[in-house]
């Protein structure tokens, strides 16, 4: 099977342990498995229920207690609704791995996850993208998804909030798209891993497994949860579907640690307290980065509504790779370059860490973007 190199993870993989100021980070700020179990109360006797765990296969679909967690997250899901995977990377890629077959017709979105478009592709699917552009504030075009819908489309992803852009579809929009999906029978895979950071206040974003009877959610403990070392994602869908992707994870998965599920699920007991916490973060750092776009003349964006990346705009004659390979050399700052999205003139940067990094992290582009204009560029 030939598969599209994955620009974002190679490029991470080549440049992260070297990195001063790792402003390419996604997930907010980590938690420690000591501030996890504090949250959860008696952390001591936590930790010796985690000492006396005896190491065999976990529930196979996740147990109870998470599923139960997790399913609250969503307005009609029940625990049979939610199938436990070790991330939602890999979650993205069992809910392809259960629908795409050779020579069905996908749509994604672009830019986004690159997952989205290039398992699809792999399995041999005609992937069309539909792009997202600045002028929209990087939303789809839903007359241009229309066109693009035939008869035969098995499946249309999207992303939301988006990676790298931060851009939000809201109620309106994602019903609309499931509408579309659903006058050809197509399904919709949505990947909500940053679902639950909405940085305006008392806007509640629903998932498209709520929405339409053929919509597939995928959300992981990595991004709003802070917790990614424990490598959890889930699939939620209609129980139908849910069966078939379980049939798959068989041959892929079998199980996800005890421990991780163990932990994964003190924090659903504690999500309120965690997305506290994280909605402060981001919203704060937001203000940062929002404050140093302003200031910067050849530098712009859109502003994010969601998640925790935005997606810079410069208006230097250089090219996205070498300008962050410049960066990380001149002073250890790390960004991934719009060229790894299919953009060029593009940075993705993170925001949702310790401000003082993200600081040190906009002071290093700006020594850059100096150097930059002493050369005329």
């Keep these: 099977m030939k598969i599209e190199t ?62 139960r967690g997790i399913s609250g997250l969503y307005g009609s899901l029940k625990p049979e609704n939610i199938l436990v995977m070790n991330g939602g990377s890999a979650s993205n890629f069992l809910a392809m791995y259960t629908l795409v077959e050779p020579g069905d017709h996908v749509i994604a979105v672009n830019p986004s996850y690159q997952q989205l478009r290039s398992i699809p592709e792999s399995f041999g699917a005609e992937v069309e993208l539909l792009h997202l552009k600045a002028e929209d504030d990087f939303l789809p075009d839903l007359d241009k998804l229309k066109a693009m819908v035939r008869s035969d489309t098995k499946l249309i992803c999207i992303n939301n909030p ?68 424990l490598r959890l994602g889930w699939i939620a ?18 199980s996800c640690g005890m421990i991780d599920d163990y932990l994964a699920s003190i924090a659903m007991e504690n999500k309120d307290r965690i997305l506290e ?33 935005a997606f810079l705009k410069y208006s230097y004659e250089i090219n996205s790779k070498e300008f962050c390979s410049r960066l990380i050399k001149m002073n250890g700052t790390f960004l991934v370059p719009g ?36 050369e005329g560029l």
């Design 162 to 229: 988006n990676n790298p852009t931060g851009s939000l579809m809201g109620s309106d929009i994602l019903e609309q798209i499931a509408g579309i999906a659903r006058e050809v029978g197509a399904w919709v895979h949505s990947d909500e891993v940053y679902r639950m950071l909405v940085h305006e206040e008392g806007i509640y974003v629903p998932s498209m497994a709520d929405i339409y009877e053929k919509g597939i959610s995928v959300g992981s403990m990595s991004k709003a949860f802070s917790l990614a070392g």
């Design 6 to 67: 994955f620009g974002v993870e190679r490029w991470m993989d080549l440049y992260e342990n070297e990195a001063i100021n790792n402003v390419a980070e996604t997930c907010v700020d980590s938690l420690r498995v000591k501030d996890l179990l504090e949250m959860a109360g008696e952390p001591q006797e936590k930790m010796e229920e985690i000492m006396d765990m005896r190491l065999t296969y976990g529930e196979i679909p996740g147990s109870e207690g998470l599923r």
């Design 277 to 309: 916490r994280n909605l402060g973060i981001i919203r704060n750092n937001m203000e940062i980065l929002d404050q140093w776009v302003k200031g910067e003349k050849r530098m712009d964006y859109i502003k994010p509504c969601g998640g925790t990346t």
């Design 339 to 374: 060229e790894c999205f299919g953009m060029e003139k593009w940075l993705r940067i993170g925001y949702a860490f310790d401000p003082e990094v993200l600081t040190k992290g906009l002071q290093g582009i700006s020594e850059l973007l100096r150097e930059l204009e002493k």
């Design 237 to 254: 869908g209609n129980s139908e579907f849910i069966n078939e992707c379980m049939i798959r994870r068989d041959y892929t998965n079998i």
